[in-house]
């Protein structure tokens, strides 16, 4: 098969990706949807198509920050906002381990895992988005 | 977007098919453009002015509100 060179058909052929990526997703979320009505939440998630919704979600939405870091005015410090990031992700965390850790059944070892697994969670988006703002920083002032 | 792309082509005595095939695209993409419908690349412009013997306002200037 020959490469196609001319922009335009490279163009056309992205969009065409996009209109079948709709119609997949749709059919996924239909398949999803129709084993959460019929056998429950539990079921549904045992299904190996939840497994790739969720898959290509965490990858748009890792890419679609790339998008977000540039479209957004860079007047704050990344610095500024990195800690101010952490400060509340530590909040959050720390708030959701304590009452894990008061909930019945459930001991403090169980609130301080809970809290650390969100913590990291939470932690890798923010440094990845730090070292986006970063990098655009550094290409702006070149 | 209105161009001279049509004209230019006639006077160096190229085809749609011609130019298209100079310029490593497709006739339909050239006839788009020539129409007006297609609003190609800065990249494809110079392609097509290097291949009509012209320079990029030459072919692709339009005045402002004219």
Redesign the interface.
């Known amino acids: 098969m020959k490469k196609i060179?001319?922009?335009?058909?490279v163009l056309q052929n992205l969009k065409n990706i996009r209109i079948a990526f709709i119609i997949q997703t749709i059919g996924i979320l239909g398949i999803l949807g129709y084993d959460l009505v019929t056998s429950g939440l539990d079921e549904m998630r045992k299904n190996p198509l939840w497994t790739v919704f969720i898959i290509t979600a965490v990858v748009s939405a890792y890419l679609s920050m790339s998008i977000s870091a540039d479209h957004e005015d860079n007047k704050m410090n990344p610095l500024k906002n990195l800690i101010i990031s952490l400060i509340i992700l530590i909040l959050i965390t720390t708030i959701v381990g304590f009452f894990v850790s008061l909930t019945q059944g459930f001991s403090l070892i169980n609130g301080v895992i809970v809290g650390v697994i969100l913590f990291i969670c939470g932690l890798i988006p923010i440094i990845y988005i730090y070292y986006l703002r970063k990098k655009r920083q550094d290409k702006d002032s070149e | 977007m209105d161009n001279k792309v049509k004209i230019s082509r006639i006077q160096v005595n190229l085809t749609q098919q011609q130019l298209a095939e100079k310029i490593g695209v497709t006739r339909q993409t050239i006839s788009l453009i020539e129409k007006g419908k297609y609003n190609p690349s800065l990249k494809l412009c110079l392609d097509i002015c290097n291949a009509v013997n012209k320079t990029l306002d030459e072919v692709f200037w339009i005045e402002k509100g004219g």
């Open positions: 060179t001319d922009e335009r058909l």
